[in-house]
DNA sequence: ATAGGGCTTCCAGTAGATGGAGGGTCAAGA
DNA sequence: TCTTGACCCTCCATCTACTGGAAGCCCTAT
């Protein structure tokens, strides 16, 4: 098959396949005419990419993945460390941004919000005087 | 003062400080030498842009914050409009992870995690029958 | 023959910096 | 006076993970 009916089959869009390729992340065969050749492993594996992106692997996570994936002698414990880092990543990006929301919504509360200038939220960030509790820096 | 100095004084790296005015965020004077001169004025901006970002902020806020903080006559409203958008954004970045944590707990604690090849985590992702709760697609 | 859709490559741009090369400036010490 | 080292400057490349668009080939139907 194309990559338009793969595109539809993996649910990747055609770009992001072209790109994974790029990147070579995946390697895919090519017709007479140029064009690239999808079979039913191809697929296969671009939604077993997609799956993972759609869980927030890194790329690199993902081909390290899908290596072990390729690899039937692996052993569950390199897949499950991967996974449990990755874990620990989203811990860490929920545990900040649930600081963050707590100084944002302490901010919004303490404002009125109306046609007058005074406003508490900007004295906080002139200031930094923290009117709500404190936060940590976010590192995205 | 130097960028240096600056650079300490509002906790912004010089890099940044260069690439805030490099964007139009900031505007610095400069010395016969070509130094960039930093004023007091000019560290309050810059580490009133740190707090700023600090809290998630887009460049483009900071813009519109920095703004509404020059304009005396401003009304609270925009400011606290600003400031909620943003607060909705980190909530519905929370409820993401959330979802995306509850799915990665559910394959790590599925995963025996030792020297035999088996694992649920490859599985889910192979096959997409998903062992834990579903999740939305992250869009990041 | 032509129109359309699908395919190709390559280039640019996104957010928000960060790292480094290559080179000018300045103040202090030998 | 010369040199060393700490600053400073600009410009370019790099990072993540794509996405958009231009220019142009391919294939099928009418």
Redesign the pocket.
């Known amino acids: 098959m194309?990559?338009?009916?793969a595109a539809k089959a993996s649910g990747l869009?055609?770009?992001?396949i072209?790109?994974y390729e790029d990147i070579g992340l995946i390697r895919i065969g090519r017709d007479s005419?140029?064009?690239?050749v999808f079979d039913a492993d191809d697929v296969h594996r671009l939604a077993f990419l997609n799956r993972s992106?759609g869980l927030g692997f890194?790329?690199?996570d993902c081909r390290a993945l899908l290596d072990l994936y390729d690899d039937t002698g692996r052993a569950s414990e390199d897949v499950k460390r991967l996974a449990s880092e990755h874990l620990a990543r989203i811990d860490a990006r929920i545990a900040e941004l649930g600081e963050l929301r707590r100084t944002m919504a302490g901010l919004v509360s303490a404002c009125a919000g109306d046609a007058r200038p005074d406003c508490p939220i900007l004295k906080d960030l002139a200031s930094g005087q923290r009117l709500a509790a404190g936060h940590q820096r976010l590192r995205e």
Do not use: V
């Not at 194309?2 to 009916?5: A, F, L, Q, V």
């Not at 005419?33 to 690239?36: L, V």
């Open positions: 194309n990559i338009g009916e869009p055609a770009k992001t072209r790109y005419n140029g064009y690239r992106r890194s790329i690199e």
